[in-house]
């Protein structure tokens, strides 16, 4: 199984342009979540999906829209980055049962220049 | 809304040697769920250790246990017989039990080095 899968895995954006970062993961888990890391903030959530057709505001959501039109993918989008939005960014699914450990991708590193 | 605080932004300790990390939390919640991540330079998040609410005893894993005091809101994991490989960032991670979410809120994590 390939678990979660982040692509790209690196990229370099101008400030005003926009890009699609995709997530991807083959576990048929319901719940699945976009993540920011930045150093010393540790991972804070973007937005969060509790299932295919549904998704939710997360802790800093601004700047960012996100779709999950299929049940194993969670596609989160920057309309006109901006250098602020340079960071590390993870994707995570989970079983809702909350006990369930969460299964990360490996990250996306994004700079905005 | 849920806090996770790391209060150690830093940590060295010898090989073979124990470290404790520190993690507070902020709930209203009774039932809910904790965890530790480690982080090693590959960016890849790996859980660690586990521990519901509802235990009063305390999770192990081989070398990883936790110190879980609810009613302090406390939750920090102990390292026995340390090895270079544990060197890393640790995330402290809270779920709630209610909603229709079940998020995970992280700390700001603690980088651990390990020394020879």
């Known amino acids: 199984n390939a678990g979660v899968t982040q692509t790209p895995k690196f990229r370099v954006l101008k400030t005003g342009q926009s890009m699609t970062l995709l997530c991807a993961q083959d576990m048929n888990h319901e719940y699945m979540y976009w993540y920011r890391q930045d150093p010393g903030m540790g991972l804070r959530l973007i937005h969060y999906s509790v299932g295919e057709g549904t998704t939710a505001k997360g802790e800093v959501p601004d700047g960012y829209n996100v779709s999950r039109l299929k049940k194993q993918n969670f596609l989160l989008g920057l309309e006109s980055a901006a250098p602020s939005q340079t960071s590390v960014y993870f994707c995570a699914s989970s079983w809702g049962s909350p006990n369930t450990e969460a299964f990360f991708g490996q990250g996306t590193r994004l700079t905005v220049v | 809304a849920q806090t996770v605080t790391q209060s150690q932004p830093e940590m060295s300790v010898q090989e073979a040697e124990t470290v404790t990390l520190s993690c507070t939390y902020d709930t209203s919640e009774s039932d809910y769920y904790l965890f530790w991540y480690k982080q090693p330079p590959s960016r890849q998040m790996i859980l660690v250790i586990r521990?519901?609410?509802?235990?009063?005893q305390n999770a192990t894993e081989n070398r990883f246990s936790v110190n879980f005091q609810k009613a302090a809101k406390s939750f920090s994991l102990k390292i026995s017989d340390s090895q270079l490989g544990d060197a890393a960032m640790y995330f402290c991670?809270?779920?709630?039990?209610?909603?229709?979410?079940?998020?995970?809120?992280f700390g700001t994590g603690t980088r651990l080095q390990v020394t020879l």
């Open positions: 991670a809270y779920r709630g039990n209610t909603g229709t979410a079940s998020k995970l809120t």
């Open positions: 521990q519901e609410a509802y235990k009063q």
